[in-house]
């Protein structure tokens, strides 16, 4: 399938500017195949050069600031050179999509709001024409779908999705934007915390995810936030057990953000693995399960399987 996005034609050079993109849907690591083709009208066009750029709309550190849309990577994709009159010509690239690169498709179904797109740049002497935006689908690293699958199968809920234009401190990164994927928290896991904050930053080796956890009592005016990091390698991905690291993560980030909270009231720490299903004939008692199921492991047992740092 070819995607393409097409410039109105420049008033003062007469040139078009296509982008058409073989396939819009990829992921991080890979590279996205397609072509910049421009045309040129009445007059030679002399293009000082060619670049690709992906943009997205991503809200600044300052909270009232309104969203804007930023260029977070660029590749260059062609020098200069002079576009005859009347002539056209194509550019075949193969776009690197960085490691970092947000997540906006997972299981088909785009993540709320969240969109990317490839944004053309034909420099002419004495300014930029920009092509129209294409929109890129971008689908999560196996890893990362391994745990949004796993978030999800453990009753956490997406609530919303986007895109902060600010690099996190002590993490190394390549893009000076993050992504925030919030989620409500998981009725097995609430009291604890009321909501959950997911970032991934990825590079060719593993992955480092992020739990920001946060205990909101609105009426009070109480908030509390702590964060937690993990790291994983994506080799091996397919033969570990999701539920138990996802599980253990939590248990962890939650029971360190219930020790930052005390002595508040609600603090009370996960004592046992939230994710282990009890059989159809056991009952549940009067008032258990809200720190979790029976038979699970306790804090720090079996099922972690991530280093925490």
Request: charged residues 15%.
């Amino acid at each position: 399938m070819w995607l393409t996005g097409v410039s109105p034609e420049s008033g003062w050079t007469g040139l078009t500017v296509r982008t058409s993109l073989a396939n819009p849907s990829t992921r991080p690591g890979l590279r996205l195949p397609g072509r910049v083709t421009v045309s040129a009208g009445s007059t030679d066009v002399p293009v000082r050069h060619v670049r690709l750029g992906l943009v997205a709309t991503a809200e600044p550190e300052d909270p009232d600031a309104a969203r804007r849309l930023v260029q977070f990577h660029q590749a260059a994709v062609a020098g200069g050179f002079v576009l005859r009159a009347g002539r056209a010509r194509s550019i075949p690239f193969e776009f690197p999509m960085p490691w970092e690169t947000p997540v906006t498709i997972f299981g088909g179904v785009p993540l709320l709001s969240l969109r990317t797109g490839l944004r053309t740049e034909v420099a002419i002497e004495p300014q930029v024409d920009q092509g129209a935006m294409v929109p890129v689908f971008v689908h999560p690293l196996p890893t990362q779908a391994y745990i949004l699958a796993a978030l999800a199968t453990l009753g956490f809920s997406m609530r919303q999705a986007g895109l902060v234009d600010s690099r996190l401190p002590g993490v190394e990164q390549t893009l000076p934007l993050h992504q925030r994927l919030g989620y409500w928290a998981a009725p097995l896991y609430a009291g604890p915390i009321t909501e959950l904050e997911v970032t991934f930053v990825a590079n060719a080796a593993g992955l480092e995810v992020l739990f920001w956890c946060d205990r909101r009592l609105a009426l009070a005016g109480i908030t509390h936030q702590s964060i937690s990091r993990f790291r994983i390698w994506h080799v091996g991905a397919d033969r570990r057990d999701w539920l138990a690291t996802v599980d253990g993560w939590l248990r962890e980030a939650i029971n360190r953000h219930a020790a930052a909270a005390a002595p508040a009231d609600w603090s009370a720490a996960i004592t046992e693995s939230a994710h282990v299903s009890r059989p159809p004939d056991e009952p549940v008692r009067p008032g258990f399960g809200l720190g979790g199921t029976a038979g699970g492991a306790g804090i720090g047992g079996g099922g972690g399987g991530g280093d925490g740092t």
